[in-house]
C-alpha cells in the first residue's frame, strides 16, 4: 500500500496515473480519431433525438449512440491521465517514496522531456528509484520538477484551446 504525502496526494492514484500515461504514450495517437468520434456521436445523437423510445429502431440507435460516447470518453480519459499526473506532480511531487518509483519517472521522463528512461537527471542530480538526497537537494530538486509540470500543464491547455 502506498502512503499519502503531506499534502493529500495518494501514492497508489499516482502510481496508477503514471501506468495510464505510459501506456497512452505507447499507442500512436490518431489526430483525426477525436473528431471522427465526436462527429458520430453527434449524428447518433440527433438520429435517436428524432425518434420516440417506442419505435423498434429507438434502442438500436441507442446502443450505436452510446458505443460512440463509450469511445469519446476513453480517447479524452487519455488525456485526463496526463493533466490528473502532471497536476498531481505540480501540487505535490517530492524527491522520495512512492515518487520514485520506477512508472512515475518512467511517467516524468516521457511527459516532460520526450525520453524513455527509468532514471531523470534534473539540476545535475541523477534520480532513480530509491535515490536518496540530503534535505536542500530534495527541495531543490522537488521545485524544480513542479515548476516543469506546471509549465508542460499550461502549454497542454494552450494546444488543447488552440492559443
Same mark, same amino acid.
Given at each position: 500500500m502506498c502512503p499519502t504525502s503531506s499534502n493529500g496526494v495518494d501514492g497508489e492514484t499516482v502510481l496508477s496515473l503514471a501506468e495510464r500515461c505510459l501506456e497512452n504514450r505507447q499507442r500512436p495517437p490518431d489526430p483525426d480519431m477525436e473528431q471522427v468520434v465526436k462527429e458520430k456521436m453527434k449524428e447518433w445523437g440527433e438520429k435517436l433525438d428524432e425518434l420516440n423510445e417506442n419505435d423498434p429502431l429507438y434502442r438500436r440507435t441507442k446502443e450505436k449512440y452510446e458505443e460512440q460516447v463509450r469511445r469519446? @470518453? =476513453? &480517447? !479524452?480519459? =487519455?488525456?485526463? #491521465? =496526463? !493533466?490528473?499526473? &502532471? =497536476? #498531481?506532480? #505540480? @501540487?505535490?511531487f517530492v524527491a522520495e517514496g512512492f515518487w520514485l518509483d520506477e512508472r512515475v519517472l518512467r511517467a516524468l521522463n516521457l511527459l516532460l522531456f520526450g525520453k524513455h528512461s527509468d532514471a531523470l537527471v534534473v539540476n545535475r542530480n541523477v534520480i532513480e528509484e530509491g535515490t536518496k538526497f540530503d534535505e536542500e537537494t530534495t527541495y531543490e530538486v522537488s521545485t524544480r520538477i513542479r515548476r516543469l509540470a506546471r509549465e508542460e500543464l499550461d502549454e497542454m491547455r494552450e494546444r488543447r484551446d488552440g492559443i
Amino acid at each position: 500500500m502506498c502512503p499519502t504525502s503531506s499534502n493529500g496526494v495518494d501514492g497508489e492514484t499516482v502510481l496508477s496515473l503514471a501506468e495510464r500515461c505510459l501506456e497512452n504514450r505507447q499507442r500512436p495517437p490518431d489526430p483525426d480519431m477525436e473528431q471522427v468520434v465526436k462527429e458520430k456521436m453527434k449524428e447518433w445523437g440527433e438520429k435517436l433525438d428524432e425518434l420516440n423510445e417506442n419505435d423498434p429502431l429507438y434502442r438500436r440507435t441507442k446502443e450505436k449512440y452510446e458505443e460512440q460516447v463509450r469511445r469519446w @470518453e =476513453e &480517447l !479524452t480519459s =487519455e488525456g485526463d #491521465a =496526463e !493533466t490528473r499526473f &502532471l =497536476e #498531481a506532480v #505540480a @501540487e505535490g511531487f517530492v524527491a522520495e517514496g512512492f515518487w520514485l518509483d520506477e512508472r512515475v519517472l518512467r511517467a516524468l521522463n516521457l511527459l516532460l522531456f520526450g525520453k524513455h528512461s527509468d532514471a531523470l537527471v534534473v539540476n545535475r542530480n541523477v534520480i532513480e528509484e530509491g535515490t536518496k538526497f540530503d534535505e536542500e537537494t530534495t527541495y531543490e530538486v522537488s521545485t524544480r520538477i513542479r515548476r516543469l509540470a506546471r509549465e508542460e500543464l499550461d502549454e497542454m491547455r494552450e494546444r488543447r484551446d488552440g492559443i
